[in-house]
């Protein structure tokens, strides 16, 4: 993967998506043309992050609100986030760990092709400047302008308008254009925070969003406290996982600070 993407049942933007797999991960699977790849996913996962199946054909179902890691090996590094009630198969167990595996699709323009004698380390390294350089384009025809990737309409583009691809994530660009309003029909943004900035932009490059305000709206999933398996949190501090930014279906964790120095 050269950036995280999400993992979905079928080829389609409207199909629901299986798992988030972060940039780097490599998958098995082979490219089929058009904007969709099949390909496998597969790690360790807790054993009481599932349940038996009521399907034949899939073996196990994530029962966790807000879903559960996908690791490389027991307790290693994360490979995905599976989403609550995805379905998978097992391939073997070792103590509280279960090996699964699942297909699925993710867009074609978020893998790229290993070759033998390269890491998916070193090719992600490789399409990073890529990616955080300003593509010069024009709109092939009308488009509705979002402000986040699946979200609704707030204006309309004209077919011919230049713009500069500032991010991608899966079928969404971000992108920049200049124009001019009158004075009298805009107001100022809250200062210092950021609008319409994606989780992709984020997980892709989070040094340039460090320290920054950023405003996004986060659908509640639960109040949990941080153990042995989140090492991305401290043990036992407590944190609130969330979905989104809406209308991604991705999750963040969000960690309260408290007994902070008072300035």
Not at 61 to 69: F, L, S, Y
Not at 194 to 202: F, K
Not at 227 to 235: H, P, Q, T
Request: aromatic residues 6%; charged residues 25%; glycine residues 8%.
């Amino acid at each position: 993967m050269v950036r995280a993407e999400n993992f979905r049942r079928e080829a389609s933007p409207n199909s629901p998506i299986l798992a988030e797999v972060l940039e780097g991960v490599t998958l098995s699977g082979t490219p089929s043309g058009g904007n969709w790849v099949a390909v496998t996913l597969d790690g360790w996962i807790w054993s009481r992050s599932v349940r038996q199946s009521d399907q034949e054909e899939f073996d196990l179902r994530v029962n966790v609100a807000g879903g559960e890691n996908l690791r490389e090996t027991p307790n290693g590094a994360i490979r995905a986030r599976l989403s609550q009630g995805t379905y998978v198969n097992e391939l073997s167990r070792r103590g509280n760990w279960i090996q699964v595996q699942r297909n699925g699709f993710v867009w074609a323009s978020s893998v790229e092709r290993m070759s033998a004698d390269r890491t998916a380390q070193e090719q992600v390294a490789e399409n990073a400047e890529p990616t955080a350089t300003l593509d010069h384009a024009l709109l092939a025809h009308q488009a509705s302008l979002a402000r986040a990737p699946e979200g609704e309409a707030t204006g309309t583009l004209e077919a011919e308008t230049p713009v500069r691809i500032l991010a991608r994530s899966g079928e969404w660009v971000r992108i920049q254009t200049e124009g001019w309003v009158r004075e009298a029909d805009v107001k100022l943004a809250a200062e210092g925070v950021l609008e319409g900035v994606s989780g992709a932009e984020v997980r892709a490059r989070p040094e340039e969003y460090d320290g920054k305000l950023i405003q996004w709206t986060l659908q509640y999933l639960a109040t949990q406290v941080a153990d042995e398996l989140r090492s991305e949190i401290s043990e036992g501090q407590q944190y609130v996982l969330a979905r989104g930014p809406l209308p991604e279906a991705g999750f963040v964790y969000v960690v309260f600070l408290t007994n902070l120095e008072r300035r």
